[in-house]
């Protein structure tokens, strides 16, 4: 079975601040993990994923993750907070090979204060 | 342009009375998904389909059928839908690695 915990349901960063939204998950086999995010109204948008090799995953708008195996962690940060981050971020994980289900953490609201 | 498409986008209906939402991937991949979303649960896998004819149940498949007869199409079915089927649907697709999933604009259904 796998699992993904997200912690801190709502999350708030002044502009211009570090943004860390922690992922942490459970897999029996070596897991790809993604970080999507979803803008409100909207459906959701893959901003990075991690399935082999390098560690630290580039994303989109200045977002970064590090896969640690040994923490099975996955947390998203990025240096500098621009109020467009402002969405609801979900943390995904499938298992390597064969077909099975995709599992979403609960997510969390990223609030930027001006 | 790649997509995925649902319809309807917005739906109220009564508890018992049948209906379908429909997706629609343009990119030909093989793998579709449906999910629910709620409030505090984050996003539930109800059924997936590795191909055409080929199906497994997700998370939560009570209450859902599923049916993939073209590769293109996951219509996602209510026989008899429940209040507790309020929520936010969303369909994905993605090529058989399931790197990427493409997602739908979703699909609010109310239940009364």
């Known amino acids: 079975a796998q699992s993904v915990t997200q912690l801190g349901s709502h999350v708030s960063v002044s502009e211009g601040a570090l943004v860390l939204l922690r992922c942490n998950y459970s897999s029996s086999v070596p897991p790809y993990l993604f970080w999507y995010v979803q803008y409100p109204n909207q459906g959701l948008q893959l901003l990075l994923k991690?399935?082999?090799?390098?560690?630290l995953v580039k994303g989109i708008n200045g977002f970064e993750a590090e896969f640690k195996k040994s923490e099975t962690s996955f947390h998203l940060t990025k240096p500098s907070a621009h109020m467009s981050d402002a969405a609801e971020y979900f943390c995904a994980v499938i298992r390597s090979g064969g077909y099975q289900k995709v599992t979403f953490g609960t997510g969390t609201k990223l609030q930027v204060i001006p | 342009e790649a997509q995925v498409t649902q319809n309807p986008r917005y739906l109220i209906t009564v508890t018992g009375k049948k209906l379908t939402v429909t997706c629609s991937q343009n990119?030909?991949?093989?793998?579709m998904s449906w999910y629910r979303q709620d409030p505090g649960l984050g996003l539930r896998q109800i059924y997936y389909?590795?191909?055409?004819?080929?199906?497994d149940k997700g998370d939560v498949p009570e209450g859902y059928k599923v049916s993939r007869k073209e590769k293109r199409n996951f219509p996602l079915i209510l026989e008899s839908p429940s209040p507790n089927q309020t929520s936010l649907y969303f369909c994905?697709?993605?090529?058989?690695?399931?790197?990427?999933?493409?997602f739908g604009p979703g699909t609010r259904l109310t239940v009364t």
């Open positions: 990119m030909n991949h093989e793998y």
């Open positions: 994905a697709s993605s090529s058989q690695d399931r790197i990427k999933q493409y």
């Open positions: 991690y399935t082999t090799g390098a560690t």
């Open positions: 389909s590795m191909n055409v004819e080929v199906t």
